[in-house]
């Protein structure tokens, strides 16, 4: 602090003045002087950036991105996000019927097996593959072994070494003389290790055989035509064909991501919005009666909402939403409505009763009411006008809650039903197969979390600039 | 103060009559048939199991009483999944591990809380400050499922990594099964309360008493440790409470994904299987356990505070 | 240093409280196996309700009582039916006789006689039991009277001539009686010890007794079980394992295959999430069979539009169980659901399904669509019709609901609705006929293709469809009161034909699973029916 030394002019006295000095600053009313303010905050100018992005998401998003959500694709299941891909147009034809090897007998020789020094079966050799591999089928074949009862064919995503890297046990032969396989069990564009190994019955042999097989992704012709990536007639097998790109990746059924987002952000920003409101509004005017009211109307008001209060929360969401027997074909989205309306009503009533009680009492109030201001006046000139800030407030920071809500009843499989999609929903099937495609978690977990951030933003932005005190300060 | 508490304890009793009577009308409201198995059985054997249960009679008002009186005995009766044990067994074992649980998380949370939110504001608005408050705005921000499991799969590749069990992945009985668990359950509360010590901190550091301390010539570590972090601290002690509620509920999430046995997956196995009398023994014992907390909670203040009249 | 205030004196000393109650830090370090004590840990999926043999009617409720009880048969690993308490036995056309070991024993070192399986058998058939399995000793005199109340429960058709004897007679043929004595509700019960529990048999591990090769020796609720070798039993030489503990109680997939990485747990099932993680790290991956056929269920009742034969097989020429078991559950092992029957289950001399070959499932939409206008014309509807799918709220069901709903858009334009139950009320609706379609599964109770063979009799209760079919139910009646098994095999043909014909249920798949197992235990048994796994004469060896 620097110190100030007096100068001769200050100790001057002052000649008459003509007017009052003129005002500077315009008078700010509450709430643009609260916009000013939270406008100059840059972290809820982000978070209301973010909302706006995310409204444009769920509601213009849908005209752009045109996929439909519902739409299954069983040869792209739970791919990584892509932006290009090319399948191999085929031919679905017959079943293949497989390879038996003529005049060989299907099962050892029973004096060979008994006896106590047989040795492990050899491996079998000749292992190839017939046909073009494709995501559709491989078909594999190789020479019988002799005594062999059976084979047993193995799959791996990368070259086995020992016996216990043979990977997914894909499936037996029960006769020395089946000596073929057709694998089509979730095949992916890639290369596959195949290894075949033989047994006798009673043991396995741990000698295998592999074979490194490249598959390509393939498409039966029906199906591209069905999907409209085809017309009627058009196409032949074996030509190229370049498929629609799924910029989030695909689910556990091959369903689009970005548009299932899209359309699952309807869900849960219709759960996260409209139940605060609806709980708020309610929470508002109830609490608001009992503060005005007062007296014995207010104890009896607040001694409901304190039993509904008492009411543990998740326990009773979840009692409501079983009570509520779901329908077919409902998706269960007005019964968590319902149940969280009914729940979470109490806490608002109270903080707006709070509020009124004590705005009751302030100086202004009194004064407006000595002279003689009708109660309307009082309600909306005073009182809604000095609780708004704080119920807006409560109404930001309830959605996060909301949204959380019906993330939790998708996890404990009480969300909404299939085949609605929503964040909280794809969440959870996602956190299955988090470790193999986590875009399938990370993409709905980061919108909830953006949502939830977002408004929390808001919320922390809003409390400032609504905050008297704050205002004082400045 | 005798006749405040015998009035609160007797608003309590009505409380958790009122919690017993909603559980019971939406118990009853469910559809489906808690005696349904995957095996059709004959009507002789579905009439005894009814009778054995007590379903026979008409619910209301045979069903309802019976239960309210047996309730006021303290005696939740059988429960339907885990035949032959009694409900009050079921919550007496279950009931501690959650609390334990709840307490590990709540000591976490609130000394975490605390030491995060004075540290940032005493670094205000330089890096570690900005850091820590991203990672409590994210904390915030990701469903707890989500930090359950990303928890679960830290700890199995740390162990793996290690060669050694750092801790174990899941289960219950030591205290090294509680940690993890503990710190997801935690995590929401600690970023709360950072937030909110945080702002106190900043309000108390600017405080008359804290610059005459320092102009007494109190070291600084002195006046943080003594001075500003205790009364920073009562804004978070006040919060406490309602944390706890929050955590003792919120356990349903961690104590599934952790394999833990507490009673909040005994109460969401049995909404699955419609165990009647077990849900409706959670709940109420829930309800009037965080009844009762709360009632204590403000006669201790009523106690400590000489500001509250009771009247 | 940090000066405690009071509220901090006492959080501290809370601490130190809630410290000192928990077990020191890391006591032991439990691993999956512990070679030199012999003990082997496993994972639970769930609680087991209970432990009364009588009243058990779940799967892990059987698996822990298959390894503390012994029936008076079993099946040994290769699944051959081997004896238990009983040395012989003989069954005939009207009854059956078992003979039984002199060195059986209870965990309390009393003998196990023909009179504790009395006991338990009629505790069994009693309505005041309550046990939801009485209808398994159908077949057995006055069984089926007593549980319906009316008859003595002394006039059940078994009897104890001899302490070593026990003879039964049957109301009609029960050909496959000696396997069929090897499920749970037929285990022995001392009568002396369970009237002393005063209905709290089987509730705790002081509340049972024990003539298996364990005991169980601690189960804390909802958190661990152990069971011990059981000194008593009779072939405990045959018995390595000295222990087998479930610390574990979790259904959660990803956790199991957690606690199995990090060597806590001998065996952890895999899904399709689960199976890839497996790979990387190059385990070993098991694949069995696990008994169970799956199907959709239509409503056969009156009123209902799937009463149509054109629309079922409309609904059924449009699946192609390849497809389901390939590309939507994505797991190895599923077999294509072609039958009612699975293909484990044995004929007269070969696989059932060797002796009456089910027809190779055809998929044909186009044929489908035609089925489908025919069924409209008959049905008098303008538009497809919209039905209602049951299902249950696990994330597989919910999985293969959406893909059954979106392949019957697209081959007929049908608009199913989903109707996503919780497990009771799903079955309250399957009781009530409140469906059009559901999707359902057998297991077997024994293994005898009956099991599977008479579900569809009308007056059978797990006909949750009310599928009624006269031609059907004599079949079945056939299948039951016969004793050659040619003819049985006959009959069972005759049932698989008529369902198949009629398109009474669609077959879906035959599930298997996948597993990893510890390279030490071995042993181990996976079967069909219960108890599965079956580790109680397993051994380890030291890699």
């Given amino acids: 602090m620097s110190a100030y030394t007096p100068r001769p002019e200050d100790f001057a006295p002052l000649g008459a003045q003509d007017a009052a000095p003129v005002l500077v600053r315009p008078s700010l009313s509450y709430w643009a002087d609260a916009r000013a303010r939270l406008l100059r905050n840059p972290r809820a100018v982000g978070s209301l950036a973010l909302l706006a992005l995310l409204g444009l998401f769920t509601t213009v998003g849908p005209l752009f991105w045109t996929v439909d959500p519902s739409t299954q694709n069983l040869d792209r299941i739970s791919e990584p996000p892509n932006l290009s891909a090319e399948a191999l147009l085929i031919d679905r034809g017959q079943r293949w019927p497989g390879v038996e090897a003529e005049g060989w007998p299907s099962a050892p020789d029973p004096a060979w097996l008994a006896s106590p020094t047989r040795t492990a079966l050899d491996a079998p050799e000749g292992l190839s593959v017939v046909g073009t591999p494709h995501t559709w089928s491989v078909r594999l074949r190789w020479s019988p072994v002799e005594n062999a009862a059976g084979y047993q064919i193995y799959r791996n995503r990368y070259r086995p070494t020992a016996l216990n890297e043979l990977g997914l046990p894909l499936g037996d032969r029960w006769s020395g003389a089946e000596v073929s396989y057709e694998d089509a069990l979730a095949l992916e564009p890639g290369v596959y290790w195949y290894s075949v190994t033989a047994t006798d019955g009673l043991r396995e042999s741990p000698h295998f055989q592999t074979l490194r097989v490249e598959v390509e992704r393939a498409l039966p012709l029906n199906a591209a035509r069905k999907a409209g990536l085809l017309a009627p007639g058009d196409g032949e097998p074996g030509q190229r064909l370049s498929l629609p790109a799924h910029p989030l990746g695909t689910d556990y059924l091959g369903r689009d991501m970005l548009s299932r987002l899209m359309h699952g952000a309807r869900t849960s920003l219709f759960i996260g919005l409209l139940a605060p409101l609806l709980y708020v509004l309610f929470g508002t005017a109830y609490g608001a009666a009992a503060g005005f009211f007062g007296g014995r109307a207010d104890a009896v008001l607040m001694r409901l909402a304190d039993f509904v209060v008492a009411l543990p929360f998740l326990l009773f969401m979840i009692l409501f939403r079983v009570a509520s027997g779901v329908e077919a074909g409902e998706s269960g989205i007005t019964a968590i409505l319902v149940a969280m309306v009914l729940l979470l009503w109490p806490a608002t009533a109270r903080l707006v009763r709070g509020q009124i009680l004590q705005i009751r009492e302030e100086g202004y109030v009194q004064a407006a009411r000595l002279l003689g201001a009708p109660q309307r006046y009082l309600i909306f000139r005073h009182m809604i006008p000095n609780t708004l800030g704080v119920i807006l407030v409560t109404l930001t920071f309830a959605i996060p809650t909301a949204i959380f809500t019906e993330a939790f009843l998708s996890f404990i499989g009480m969300g909404v039903a299939p085949p609605t999609p929503s964040w909280g929903s794809m969440c959870f099937e996602g956190l299955k197969s988090m470790l193999n495609s986590p875009h399938e978690l990370f993409f709905p977990a980061l919108m909830i979390s953006l949502t939830v951030l977002a408004f929390n933003l808001l919320g922390d932005g809003l409390r400032d600039a609504l905050d008297a005190r704050m205002r004082a300060r400045e | ?311 | 240093m940090m000066r405690l205030g009071p509220a901090g004196r006492r959080i501290a000393l809370l601490l130190g409280c809630l410290l000192a109650t928990a077990t020191p830090w890391a006591g032991a370090a439990e691993n999956a196996v512990d070679f030199e004590d012999r003990v082997i840990r496993m994972v639970l999926p769930q609680e087991p309700p209970q432990l009364d043999s009588s009243k058990a009617t779940d799967q892990v409720s059987t698996r822990v009582l298959g390894h503390v009880m012994e029936a008076l048969t079993r099946f040994d690993g290769q699944g051959r039916l081997v004896p238990g308490v009983a040395e012989r036995w003989e069954i005939r056309r009207d009854g059956a006789t078992f003979w039984l070991r002199e060195d059986a024993r209870w965990s309390d070192g009393s003998p196990v006689t023909a009179a504790d399986f009395v006991f338990s058998w009629r505790h069994a058939v009693d309505p005041k039991t309550a046990s939801e399995y009485a209808f398994i000793l159908q077949g057995i005199e006055n069984a089926e009277e007593i549980s319906q109340g009316e008859a003595q429960i002394t006039s059940l058709g078994v009897s104890a001539p001899e302490p070593r004897r026990l003879e039964v007679r049957f109301s009609r043929a029960l050909a496959y009686f000696d396997k069929l004595v090897a499920f749970a509700t037929f285990y022995p019960l001392k009568e002396s010890f369970y009237r002393a529990r005063d209905g709290r048999y089987g509730a705790d591990a002081e509340d049972m007794l024990f003539n298996g090769p364990f005991v169980i020796e601690r189960w804390d609720h909802g958190a661990r079980l152990e069971m011990a070798k059981n000194p008593h039993y009779w072939d405990r030489d045959n018995i390595y394992l000295n222990r087998i503990e479930f610390p574990y109680i979790t259904a959660d997939t990803n956790a199991a295959l957690n606690l199995f990485k990090d060597n806590r747990i001998i065996l952890a099932g895999l899904d399709s999430e689960t199976m890839e993680n497996a790979l990387d790290q190059r385990w070993r991956i098991e694949r069995f069979n696990d008994g169970s056929a799956w199907y959709i269920e239509f409503n056969h009742r009156e009123g209902r539009l799937t009463q149509n034969w054109h629309l079922r097989r409309a609904l059924a020429l449009s699946f192609d169980t390849y497809e389901f078991i390939n590309r939507v559950i994505g797991t190895p092992g599923n077999l294509p659901g072609l039958s009612l029957y699975p293909s484990y289950l044995q004929g007269a001399k070969q696989r059932l399904l060797q002796e009456i070959p089910p027809p190779e499932p055809v998929t044909d939409w186009t044929l489908a669509r035609s089925h489908l206008e025919k069924a409209m014309a008959e049905l008098g509807l303008t538009e497809p019709p919209e039905l209602v799918l049951l299902t249950g709220n696990s994330p597989t069901a919910n999985k293969q609901a959406e893909f059954l709903q979106t392949l019957w858009k697209d081959a007929l334009g049908l608009t199913v609705r989903i109707d996503r139950q919780i497990f009771k009320q799903r079955l309250a609706k399957m009781t009530a006929g409140d469906f059009d379609l559901v999707a359902a599964g057998w297991g077997p109770d024994y293994l005898d293709p009956l099991t599977f063979g008479d579900l569809f009799a009308s007056w059978n209760l797990n006909n949750r469809g009310r599928y009624a079919n006269p031609a059907l139910d004599a079949c079945v009646r056939d299948a039951q009161n016969s004793v050659d098994p040619e003819a049985r095999v006959r009959a069972f043909g005759c049932i698989q034909r008529i369902l198949l014909d009629d398109h009474a249920i669609i077959p879906t798949y035959e599930r298997g699973q996948i597993y990893v197992i510890h390279p030490a235990v071995k042993g181990a048994i996976r079967r069909q029916t219960s108890p599965d796994p079956d580790l109680a004469r397993a051994w380890l060896e030291q890699p």
């Fill in chain 2, 1 to 311: 103060m005798g006749r405040y508490a015998i009035k609160r304890i007797i608003q309590g009793l009505i409380t958790i009559w009122f919690i017993a009577t909603a559980t019971f009308a939406a118990m009853h409201a469910v559809p489906g048939d808690p005696l349904s198995n995957e095996k059709a059985t004959t009507e002789a054997i579905r009439k005894n199991l009814e009778a054995r249960y007590g379903l026979d009679r008409p619910v209301f008002p045979d069903q309802y009483f019976i239960f309210l009186g047996n309730m006021a005995k303290g005696d939740f009766g059988l429960s339907f999944t885990q035949q032959n044990r009694r409900v009050n067994d079921i919550i007496l074992d279950a009931f501690p591990v959650s609390a334990q649980l709840g307490v590990l998380a709540i000591a976490f949370a609130a000394i975490g809380g605390v030491l995060l939110g004075a540290f940032t504001a005493l670094k205000r608005n330089r890096w570690p400050d900005v850091t820590v408050m991203l990672a409590v705005i994210l904390g915030i921000s990701v469903p707890s499922f989500v930090f359950a499991a990303l928890g679960q799969l830290a700890l199995v590749n740390a162990n793996d990594a290690l060669g050694f069990t750092l801790l174990p992945v899941a289960g219950w009985g030591e205290l090294s099964h509680m940690i993890m668990p503990a710190v997801v359950l935690g995590l929401s509360t600690l970023a709360f309360l950072t937030r909110l010590m945080r702002s106190s901190m900043l309000e108390v550091l600017t405080a008359d008493y804290i610059r005459t301390a320092r102009a007494k010539g109190v070291s600084e570590g002195g006046i943080f440790w003594r001075h500003a972090l205790r009364n920073a601290s009562l804004p978070v002690i006040t919060v406490l409470g309602p944390a706890i509620a929050a955590i003792t509920t919120g356990g349903f999430v961690v104590e599934l994904v952790f394999a833990i046995p507490g009673l909040g997956r005994a109460f969401v196995e049995a909404v699955q299987q419609l165990d009647y009398t077990l849900i409706m023994g959670t709940t109420v014992f829930y309800g009037s356990f965080l009844v009762f907390m709360v009632i204590v909670v403000d006669l201790i203040y009523g106690l400590i505070d000489p500001r509250v009249r009771l009247a």
